[in-house]
């Protein structure tokens, strides 16, 4: 079983619609929650961040994290076409640098 | 200026070769990291040094060694090709090695692969 869970989908959706995207984990070390989009024949890039539990908001983009249930999800608003990527969820323990990632879940909006 | 840069993009060999990826970061982090991205868009990490010094060893065959000559280049070294080593591979950079709130910069990949 992988320390990180992560639905690869595709998930298709129409522009406009509110985008969930979830990971669950199973170490309960980790404390440190990120999400990366990567477009098709790029390296990720870093969208958003958490520390714990709670939420986070930027812009379009928010994120939660539930560590008692050990999930965590991205919500997009109003998604564009321009969002079509794969999200991998990510997550570290403070001891180490390890970052950890999800399998990865490709999301295409369709105009 | 590509603040993690990755070379060469592409890389076709035949089985048994030797071959070298590089990897240059202009950020001035101190951890860099190779990581490999199989079919499936799965992300593992293979290796990490922090300021030169290796910190990260995950269970990755012998034929793969990595070389920190510095603290902003990281390079991968691969004997002995297999079929199962074709795959992307990502540099990456950090601030710190422990704790943090630092993510990752990804370098944009080294698709590798192995005929």
């Known amino acids: 079983q992988k320390e990180v869970e992560q639905d690869p989908g595709p998930l298709s959706v129409p522009e406009g619609a509110i985008v969930s995207l979830n990971c669950t984990y199973s170490?309960?070390?980790?404390?440190?929650f990120m999400w990366y989009r990567q477009y098709s024949r790029k390296g990720p890039e870093l969208l958003m961040y958490?520390?714990?539990?709670g939420n986070k908001e930027d812009g379009r983009f928010t994120a939660q994290v539930d560590k008692s249930s050990k999930y965590i999800s991205l919500f997009i608003r109003d998604s564009q076409p321009s969002d079509s990527a794969t999200y991998l969820c990510?997550?570290?323990?403070?001891?180490?640098?390890?970052?950890?990632f999800g399998q990865g879940t490709t999301l295409q909006v369709k105009p | 200026d590509t603040a993690v840069s990755q070379t060469p993009k592409y890389l076709v060999t035949q089985m048994g070769n030797d071959k070298s990826i590089k990897c240059e970061q202009n950020?001035?982090?101190?951890?860099m990291y190779w990581y490999k991205q199989d079919s499936k868009k799965f992300l593992k990490i293979m290796f990490s040094?922090?300021?030169?010094?290796?910190?990260i060893n995950e269970t990755v065959p012998n034929r793969f060694s990595p070389k920190s000559p510095d603290k902003a280049h990281l390079n991968l070294h691969i004997n002995s090709l297999e079929l199962g080593d074709s795959a992307v591979y990502f540099c990456?950079?950090?601030?710190?090695?422990?704790?943090?709130?630092?993510?990752?910069?990804f370098g944009s990949g080294t698709r590798l692969t192995v005929v």
């Open positions: 040094y922090n300021n030169k010094e290796l910190i």
């Open positions: 958490t520390y714990s539990s």
């Open positions: 990510a997550m570290k323990a403070g001891n180490t640098g390890k970052l950890i």
């Open positions: 990456a950079s950090s601030l710190r090695d422990r704790g943090g709130s630092d993510g990752y910069t």
């Open positions: 170490n309960s070390a980790f404390q440190y």
């Open positions: 950020l001035g982090h101190d951890t």
